[in-house]
């Protein structure tokens, strides 16, 4: 009874990554470099941190969800010396530092 409860939870966590990957847009992380290294190299932009981290679910360290370059480089630029890009996955964390 307690396997078939625990299986029954890890399916509908299975099914529901599955589903939210459907709607999270990736997009390669190449394109948007320079455009973060010349957004930390300005200076007309207020600094907002020196150390900026941001946590992915992305499977592949060269890609990065869409809503973080947005939060990035659109709304209100975040000018930081460091950009630490972390990917999440299940047992490992892999890091990209820009």
Do not use: C
Not at 11 to 39: C, H, S, T
Not at 62 to 74: P, Q, T
């Amino acid at each position: 009874m307690v396997g078939g409860l625990l299986f029954i939870v890890m399916y509908a966590w299975f099914r529901a990554r599955k589903i939210k990957n459907r709607y999270v847009e990736f997009v390669r992380l190449e394109q948007y470099i320079p455009k973060i290294q010349e957004l930390s190299n300005d200076k007309s932009v207020p600094k907002y941190a020196t150390h900026l981290v941001y946590l992915s679910s992305a499977d592949n360290t060269r890609e990065i969800e869409h809503k973080v370059i947005y939060s990035i480089l659109n709304r209100k630029p975040k000018r930081a010396d460091i950009y630490w890009l972390v990917h999440v996955k299940h047992s490992m964390i892999l890091y990209t530092r820009i």
